[in-house]
């Protein structure tokens, strides 16, 4: 599975991690994966890392579609959470940009951000720098730069 989902409800988060080629349908199941797990509720950031993905084959269409997806359900909760996407300049950057460009143009007003790194994120999120111990390891190469 390109995309592992997790809820982290001790950091009232859902987290995303990319890798391989990732599609719309995959983006559209992790999606519906986390609103689906008994401990998800409406009021949790969220954060996806695109910096492992090899590719990401979404098109302009299938982006606008989701985007606008997105905004209607925002707007069932009453309010936009926090969404930070991590991407690197190579990959991921692209598409990122696509969806924040498309959200921006149909009105989306969430709170989205493109960061590089999981402590810009924490930051983003107002977690304190401890709360990358309870990341999959796979998320921890960085925690270093939050634990002197």
Not at 2 to 19: A, E, K, N
Not at 26 to 37: G, M, N
Not at 85 to 112: C, H, P, Q, W
Not at 129 to 137: A, F, G, T
């Amino acid at each position: 599975m390109p995309i592992t989902t997790s809820v982290l409800p001790d950091l009232s988060l859902v987290l995303r991690i990319y890798s391989g080629k990732v599609t719309m349908a995959e983006l559209r199941s992790a999606v519906l994966q986390a609103y689906a797990h008994p401990d998800y509720n409406n009021t949790m950031a969220e954060i996806d890392d695109l910096m492992g993905a090899e590719s990401v084959d979404i098109g302009f269409a299938e982006m606008m579609e989701f985007a606008k997806e997105a905004q209607a359900n925002y707007q069932k909760r009453g309010f936009m959470p926090k969404h930070c996407f991590l991407a690197n300049e190579k990959r991921s950057d692209a598409v990122v940009m696509m969806y924040r460009e498309l959200s921006d143009m149909i009105g989306n007003t969430e709170s989205l951000f493109v960061l590089h790194g999981y402590p810009e994120a924490l930051a983003v999120l107002d977690l304190p720098p401890d709360s990358i111990d309870l990341l999959p390891e796979a998320c921890r190469s960085e925690a270093h730069l939050l634990h002197p």
